[in-house]
């Protein structure tokens, strides 16, 4: 692009420029130099090229006979005008009257003197901290308020470490009696559960009703319900043989079972019902994957909003060979088989089949049942005599949500089952 500059010069803007094609601004915190032009500029750059935001840190040295400089584009010592705006250089061809301009970047040029040693380096000062220094002014200089304040602290530092001792002590008896691997099982324990917690729809323990524990807008807010009128129009259309090729290749053995046994009756139902179905075969998708690209549900025709969601709500942003990648860990499968769980709960009369959930996520059964249970659902596995009358060749454990909620103790559970073995 040219820009007609008066009648005698133009300008000349060039095109996109990557950061070592940049020309260099340079400031010298010192004052000006004198004879510049004895000065050797040597440019550094990061070797880490594949890390964005390292791939772009420079660092300058000028170097003269008398004196070094050193300047950076990064930390404490650069300047921050290189973020809030944009500088540009024009270099003027006095043949052709054209100025090419380029894209700049400022330096802010420190001198360095070799051997330089502050104060603060020496030994004294590494070991001495800053309340350490001030207790020495206040015994020093301090008027007789301060002294005493001081004294008063330090008598209640004895007496925390003699506290500290004394807890410690205790937790060597008890380690020495439980033993220190079954203190750090029941660590993890612990910390599983707080984390399956974190990773659970809202729950609202005190409703009146079993659907007000997990709201359905909790979980599909009524735009995102509207989104997926045409999808679920889709699923509702499935015919008997599409239904069976879906059951034998696998993987959505619940959504299937959904579908089969879909209500004749109430044409709102079946719509809700539908929607609800292809949203759970997304979850169930997802589950399976270990990394997600933008263009995933595109092939069966998910919405952008919903496609969002479960990008945003059930993956974890991660940082691998210079890109950013949506992957599902697997406390995000803990999620999903929560949020899951909770889906066919209002689909299913709050009772939910664990057994075709677990198979279809992809996780273990005692995982599901761990996720199951922090969810407060009453345990249900048929009798062995209707079991076997039905033909089934395993048992399949459900899941119900009754009022009040079940609270289960972890660790009594482990206890008893070790007991038993």
Do not use: W
Not at 16 to 28: G, M
Not at 148 to 164: E, H, I, K, P, Y
Not at 261 to 283: H, Q
């Amino acid at each position: 692009m040219t820009t007609n500059m008066a009648s005698s010069c133009s300008l000349v803007c060039c095109g996109e420029e990557k950061d070592s094609d940049k020309a260099i601004i340079v400031r010298f915190s010192n004052g000006s130099v004198k004879n510049a032009d004895k000065l050797d500029f040597t440019m550094y750059k990061n070797t880490d090229e594949r890390n964005p935001r390292k791939k772009s840190r420079r660092i300058l040295v000028a170097e003269s006979d008398r004196l070094s400089y050193a300047g950076n584009n990064f930390g404490a010592g650069s300047l921050k005008c290189n973020n809030l705006c944009n500088y540009y250089v024009g270099v003027l061809n006095k043949e052709t009257m054209q100025m090419e301009v380029h894209s700049a970047q400022l330096f802010n040029m420190q001198p360095v003197i070799p051997g330089e040693t502050t104060e603060s380096s020496k030994p004294q000062d590494i070991t001495q901290t800053y309340r350490d220094k001030v207790d020495s002014l206040i015994e020093a200089f301090g008027t007789n308020k301060q002294k005493r304040a001081l004294s008063s602290r330090r008598l209640n530092q004895v007496g925390s470490d003699t506290l500290q001792q004394a807890v410690a002590k205790a937790a060597n008896t008890v380690i020495g009696q439980k033993g220190l691997e079954a203190l750090q099982q029941e660590v993890a324990e612990t910390e599983s559960q707080e984390e399956l917690t974190l990773h659970l729809p809202p729950c609202h323990a005190d409703a009146d009703k079993p659907e007000n524990v997990y709201l359905f807008d909790d979980l599909l807010s009524r735009v995102e319900f509207g989104a997926l009128e045409q999808a679920g129009s889709k699923m509702l259309a499935l015919t008997s043989e599409e239904l069976k090729k879906m059951r034998d290749e696998g993987g959505c053995l619940c959504v299937v079972k959904l579908l089969e046994n879909m209500p004749t009756v109430a044409e709102e139902i079946r719509d809700k019902m539908s929607r609800c179905a292809f949203y759970l075969s997304l979850l169930v998708k997802l589950a399976r994957q270990r990394s997600i690209t933008r263009k995933f549900g595109q092939e069966e025709g998910c919405p952008r909003i919903i496609q969002s969601k479960l990008l945003k709500t059930f993956t974890v942003e991660t940082f691998n060979n210079g890109r950013v990648q949506n992957i599902v860990s697997s406390s995000m499968r803990a999620k999903l088989a929560a949020y899951s769980l909770a889906l066919l709960l209002h689909m299913c009369h709050m009772t939910a089949d664990l057994t075709l959930l677990h198979r279809d996520l992809g996780i273990t059964e005692a995982r599901m049942i761990e996720v199951a249970k922090s969810m407060g659902l009453t345990l249900i596995r048929p009798p062995r005599g209707k079991a076997a009358e039905a033909g089934l060749q395993d048992e399949h454990k459900q899941a119900s949500l009754v009022l009040p909620l079940v609270k289960y103790d972890q660790f009594m559970e482990r206890r008893k089952r070790k007991k038993m073995l």
